[in-house]
C-alpha cells in the first residue's frame, strides 16, 4: 500500500494572500475613518425653521453645513452661519446672512444697512426693512460678535432682535453651503 499515509500535512499559510487581506482591511479601515471625519465636518446637516432666509432657504429645507471652515477662517461678509442665539444650547439653530463684522458700526437706515456710515454693498437682492430694531441707532461690534439678518428682513427674527442680538463667533456651528432638498431648491446656497 504505497502512498497510503496517516500523518497530517502541515498547513503552509499562503503569505502574498495574506499580505493582501492585510491590506485590504487597512485601506477599508482608512477610508472609513477619512469618510467620517468628511462626515462630521463637512455633511452634518440641519432642518431650517422659519421663513427668515426665503428665498435662499424656505422653512424645512435640509442644509448641510461646514463645521471645519471657521476653525481655519473668520465669517465674513455674505456667510450663512449656523448658530445657537447667546448660545442656548435649548434653543434651535438659526441661520443668518452675515453683515457686520467684528469692530464694525452697523446702522439700519431708511430700510438699509450701513457699514460705518457706507452703505452695504449686498450681492443678494433684498426688501427694504420697515423695522430698524435696535440697529436704529448705531450697533459698534465687539472683537469677536457678528451682526447678522436673514434674507426675508421684514419677517425674520435676527440681530435687530434683542432676543438673537449680536452673534458671538463661539456660538457658531459653521457655514449652511449646501441645500439637500430634493427639487429645484438642491444645490449650493448663495
Known sequence: MAGLTFRQRK???????????????GEAVLAFGFACVLVYFFGASLSNVGQSM??????????????????????DYGDLVVFKP???ENAHYHIKRVVG?????VTIESGRVFIDGELLNEEILTES???????ESPVK?????????GDNRNNSEDSRSADIGN???????????????????FGWLP
Request: hydrophobic residues 45%; aromatic residues 8%; glycine residues 8%.
Open 101 to 105: 463684522l467684528p469692530g464694525d458700526t
Open 54 to 75: 426665503e428665498p435662499a432657504i424656505y422653512s424645512g429645507d435640509q442644509v448641510l453645513v461646514n463645521r471645519m471652515i471657521y476653525r481655519i477662517k473668520a465669517p
Open 129 to 135: 426693512m420697515q423695522d430698524a430694531g435696535v440697529a
Open 167 to 185: 452673534v458671538r463667533r463661539e456660538d457658531i456651528m459653521g457655514m449652511a453651503w449646501f441645500n439637500i432638498t430634493p427639487g429645484e431648491r
Open 11 to 25: 498547513k503552509r499559510i499562503n503569505v502574498a494572500i495574506l499580505r493582501e487581506a492585510i491590506i485590504w482591511i
Open 86 to 88: 447667546n448660545g442656548n
Open 141 to 149: 461690534l465687539g472683537e469677536d460678535e457678528y451682526f447678522v439678518l
